[in-house]
């Protein structure tokens, strides 16, 4: 099949190069001129574990383009991806222009019957409108083509997002009603998930854009659900882990998504939640839980500055060592990263902060300049008054901590996510002073 993606951001890429990587001819646009140069070059502007070998091999076996060239991507697919960004607006509603943007390139230059199949995540009724701008397209210029528009929200993680692609949980499809083409082209695209006895979901636009809505506003759910009860459990000396387990070994409640933290970040479930709440609201109907939700998860990117105070008094010229600085391990992406909210508050507060991470330094590094970037985790911790567990890559799990506590100037842990709660004893054996969250 030909297929072009226009987006070549995390969901764009990661799925051009797979479905490349299946047999399929690509050509990922973006407007992004520089981003493409890269990729053109055979470089990779994101960190995702195994994308960059696949890139290279489909890249050359020739299965995989770039462009900048929009007139060129439309004439190239027959499915036509949309992979934009859909970034939350001033007010917390979901921010739809590229979008937009892409369907009204498509029917301005579409010269051929397409599917355009929509990934981006999109409030409820995109799909039909979507469909509604391409058609006025279409007219203006007098050209009647036959187009469908297919909803195939993406629920790939960053970090696993290869992985993911080839061994989804689901794949969900919404098809206009009766439309068996698009249904019987997308089936075949999907083949070989289906053949490994994955789902695939089909069912009307507006459900498959809200399933993915709900689906991640259910997972944030259930983090600030453990993150406010940290809280009570550090007020009456309850065990948020203890609570974890416990209630994790529930089958009816399982045991992901359960785990309490310095709050959730990346570029999905804050903006999805605020988009979802913003959508409700729209609608005339009650968006309380999704709004306690996000309020709960902001006050929880806060909740470490009690503590640091606690542990130091005043921050200020106080050095202040970071661990992890991506939202989540294995990602160099720091969108509402909650290390973002903590090095602000830090520096805000005069602070010396130093930090390592092992993807996410050049990212960050935009923001932050003024922090000092360390080339492994020991180099922030030299002469810290504090460090900070804010990521739990692998690379901190189990740390030399005779060095560490021979490099910091006074031996203060903040464990963000109760990584090192194992081996606490033994922390506060060696001298240290360990707070973890909800413990
Ligand atoms: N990142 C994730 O983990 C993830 C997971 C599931 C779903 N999603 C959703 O997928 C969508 C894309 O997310 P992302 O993280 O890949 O975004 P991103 O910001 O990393 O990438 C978006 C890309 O689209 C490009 N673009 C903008 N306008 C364009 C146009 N008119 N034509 C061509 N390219 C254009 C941008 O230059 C950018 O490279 C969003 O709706 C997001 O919510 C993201």
Redesign the pocket.
């Known amino acids: 099949m030909r297929i072009t993606i226009?987006?070549?951001?995390?969901?764009?890429l990661v799925s051009g190069v797979c479905f490349a990587d299946m047999g399929n001819d690509v050509l990922c646009?973006?407007?992004?001129t520089k981003?493409i140069a890269l990729l053109e070059r055979g470089a990779n502007p994101i960190y995702e574990p195994g994308l960059q070998e696949k890139l290279d091999r489909n890249k050359k076996e020739g299965r995989l383009n770039f462009t900048t060239d929009?007139t060129k991507a439309v004439a190239y697919g027959d499915l036509l991806f949309i992979?934009?960004?859909?970034p939350s607006d001033s007010n917390g509603s979901v921010d739809t222009q590229?979008v937009e943007?892409?369907a009204k390139?498509i029917g301005e230059q579409l010269n051929h019957d397409a599917i355009i199949v929509d990934?981006?995540?999109?409030p409820v009724g995109t799909a039909a409108k979507v469909r509604t701008i391409i058609q006025k397209e279409l007219d203006k210029r007098k050209v009647k083509h036959s187009f469908s528009v297919v909803s195939n929200?993406?629920?790939?993680?960053?970090g696993a997002?290869v992985n993911d692609f080839f061994n989804p949980d689901r794949v969900i499809v919404g098809i206009e009603d009766g439309d068996d083409h698009a249904r019987e082209l997308i089936g075949k695209l999907y083949k070989s998930v289906a053949r490994t006895n994955r789902p695939l979901v089909f069912t009307d636009t507006k459900s498959a854009e809200l399933i993915?809505y709900a689906s991640n506003a259910m997972l944030a759910t259930r983090i600030s659900f453990m993150n406010q009860l940290s809280q009570y459990c550090e007020t009456v000396g309850a065990d948020i882990t203890a609570l974890s387990r416990g209630m994790g070994l529930d089958t009816r409640i399982g045991s992901r998504f359960l785990h309490a933290g310095v709050g959730y970040g990346?570029?999905?479930f804050p903006?999805?939640v605020k988009g979802l709440i913003g959508s409700i609201k729209e609608a005339g109907c009650d968006a309380g839980i999704f709004e306690a939700v996000d309020v709960a998860n902001e006050n929880q990117k806060r909740s470490l500055f009690p503590k640091i105070e606690k542990m130091l008094g005043t921050v200020k010229g106080k050095k202040v060592a970071l661990w992890g600085l991506s939202f989540k391990p294995k990602t160099d992406?720091i969108r509402e990263a909650p290390s973002r909210v903590i090095a602000q508050w830090l520096i805000g507060n005069g602070a010396d902060v130093a930090a390592f991470d092992p993807e996410a330094t050049e990212n960050f590094k935009e923001e932050f300049p003024k922090i000092r970037y360390g080339k492994n985790p020991y180099d922030p911790v030299k002469g810290a008054d504090l460090l900070i567990l804010v990521t739990e890559w692998d690379a901190f799990r189990n740390p030399d901590w005779e060095r560490v506590k021979k490099l910091m100037n006074t031996q203060n842990i903040i464990d963000g996510r109760n990584i090192y709660l194992g081996y606490r004893d033994d922390l506060e054996k060696l001298g240290f002073t360990y707070k973890g969250i909800g413990i």
């Open positions: 226009f987006g070549t951001g995390y969901v764009g646009a973006d407007v992004d981003k929009l992979c934009v960004g859909t590229y943007a892409v390139t990934k981006s995540t999109v929200p993406e629920f790939l993680r960053e997002a993915k990346g570029s999905c903006k999805d992406d």
